[in-house]
């Protein structure tokens, strides 16, 4: 009896070290007589107790032995904070929610009101949660000694406290600088551009922007960017306004965001201004909604990258995968219907 169950024990070696994964046929008990040097009936018994344990499954006759899939699942939680307001936030999650799932975790989407997202934060301190991912707005009610391992989405880190934080963000500056760029290059001469100042990532696109113009001698640039907050359709409408007094012969508008371009672009119908055209405007996103109204040249920022990295990420960390050194990755982004420039 104990030569089968020292069989049966080397069995679960050889299945723990991955040769086998879950569904692939196990060596047969030809195979086993032969490498261990044991009659046919110790296998077949060895076998047996592995079969018994649910570690193995025998097939039909012939068909042979087959491994098990005994992972447990799901391994852990991952909290993901977001109230799914917009599609490329959905597409973020998307990602995420995918790779979670690709790795034995499951994500639950939390979505508190601002109000209560200090109770949330407090809760999940003390849940079992593996591990938390959330647009960078998160910074401004996440303790720095905050327990959890927490992957900010989106967002640039560059204050001192946040050196230790872990980031994933595509390239915001690097692909406002090479549209600018590309702008320039087609021959636009009156150049403005209109974006957000209450979010990082949209300070270094509008960052981008001017350091483009700069680098390519448009010596006024600081003051051909016009800054918003909201984004609302009155607020574009003024800062319409506010461009044609200052530049009257502007030719083109670069916009840190599909959502302001499209609103430009509406706001100049309606002035009977063929815009694009008379005016030629970019976005940054390449969300479908505004395609499907007008094709601008824009950024495809591969949200549903940012999602699976961020994922990665966080359970490299929590397993030990990593040095142990701050992840702050830009995912590569993508100039789209530059033509249209």
Same mark, same amino acid.
């Given at each position: 009896?104990?030569?089968?169950?020292?069989?049966?024990?080397?069995?679960?070696?050889?299945?723990?070290?991955?040769?086998?994964?879950?569904?692939?046929?196990?060596?047969?008990?030809?195979?086993?007589? @032969?490498?261990?040097?044991?009659?046919?009936?110790?296998?077949?018994?060895?076998?047996?107790?592995?079969?018994?344990?649910?570690?193995?499954?025998?097939?039909?006759?012939?068909?042979?032995?087959?491994?098990? @899939?005994?992972?447990?699942?799901?391994?852990?939680?991952?909290?993901?904070?977001?109230?799914?307001?917009?599609?490329? @936030?959905?597409?973020?999650?998307?990602?995420?929610?995918?790779?979670?799932?690709?790795?034995?975790?499951?994500?639950?989407?939390?979505?508190? +009101?601002?109000?209560?997202?200090?109770?949330?934060?407090?809760?999940?301190? @003390?849940?079992?949660?593996?591990?938390?991912?959330?647009?960078?707005?998160?910074?401004?009610?996440?303790?720095?000694?905050?327990?959890?391992?927490?992957?900010? %989405?989106?967002?640039? %880190?560059?204050?001192?406290?946040?050196?230790?934080?872990?980031?994933?963000?595509?390239?915001?500056?690097?692909?406002?600088?090479?549209?600018?760029?590309?702008?320039?290059?087609?021959?636009?001469?009156?150049?403005?551009?209109?974006?957000?100042?209450?979010?990082?990532?949209?300070?270094?696109?509008?960052? =981008?922007?001017?350091?483009?113009?700069?680098?390519?001698?448009?010596?006024?640039?600081?003051?051909?960017?016009?800054?918003?907050?909201?984004?609302?359709?009155?607020?574009?409408?003024?800062?319409?306004?506010?461009?044609?007094?200052?530049?009257?012969?502007?030719?083109?508008?670069?916009?840190?965001?599909?959502?302001?371009?499209?609103?430009?672009?509406?706001?100049?119908?309606?002035?009977?201004?063929?815009?694009?055209?008379?005016? =030629?405007?970019?976005?940054?996103?390449?969300?479908?909604?505004?395609?499907?109204?007008?094709?601008?040249?824009?950024?495809?920022?591969?949200?549903?990258?940012?999602?699976? +990295?961020?994922?990665?990420? %966080?359970?490299?960390?929590?397993?030990?995968?990593?040095?142990?050194?701050?992840?702050?990755?830009?995912?590569?982004?993508?100039?789209?219907?530059?033509?249209?420039?």
């Amino acid at each position: 009896m104990s030569k089968i169950n020292d069989l049966a024990a080397e069995l679960r070696k050889l299945l723990s070290s991955g040769l086998y994964p879950p569904g692939a046929r196990f060596i047969s008990e030809y195979e086993i007589e @032969n490498r261990y040097g044991i009659s046919r009936i110790t296998a077949n018994k060895a076998v047996s107790i592995l079969a018994s344990e649910g570690l193995l499954e025998r097939g039909k006759r012939g068909s042979g032995t087959f491994v098990k @899939n005994i992972a447990k699942f799901p391994k852990g939680w991952i909290a993901a904070i977001e109230n799914l307001s917009t599609v490329y @936030n959905t597409r973020v999650y998307a990602g995420a929610a995918q790779e979670a799932y690709a790795q034995g975790y499951i994500m639950a989407v939390l979505r508190p +009101q601002t109000a209560g997202m200090a109770d949330v934060l407090n809760n999940l301190k @003390n849940s079992d949660c593996t591990g938390i991912i959330g647009f960078a707005s998160l910074l401004e009610m996440m303790p720095p000694d905050y327990p959890k391992t927490v992957i900010y %989405l989106d967002g640039v %880190l560059n204050t001192p406290e946040s050196r230790n934080r872990h980031s994933v963000t595509c390239a915001n500056y690097a692909a406002a600088y090479e549209m600018m760029s590309r702008i320039i290059a087609a021959g636009k001469k009156q150049i403005v551009c209109v974006g957000a100042n209450y979010a990082g990532n949209r300070r270094e696109r509008v960052a =981008g922007f001017e350091a483009a113009m700069r680098d390519h001698n448009i010596t006024d640039a600081a003051n051909r960017c016009i800054f918003i907050h909201s984004g609302s359709v009155h607020e574009i409408k003024l800062a319409f306004s506010k461009i044609k007094k200052l530049f009257p012969d502007v030719d083109f508008i670069a916009t840190d965001s599909d959502d302001v371009a499209c609103r430009i672009i509406k706001t100049a119908r309606a002035e009977n201004i063929e815009c694009p055209g008379q005016i =030629g405007v970019s976005g940054f996103g390449n969300l479908p909604e505004v395609a499907n109204y007008c094709t601008i040249p824009t950024v495809d920022q591969h949200p549903w990258h940012i999602g699976v +990295q961020a994922v990665k990420s %966080l359970l490299d960390i929590v397993e030990n995968r990593t040095s142990g050194e701050t992840v702050q990755l830009e995912i590569p982004t993508e100039i789209i219907n530059s033509e249209f420039i």
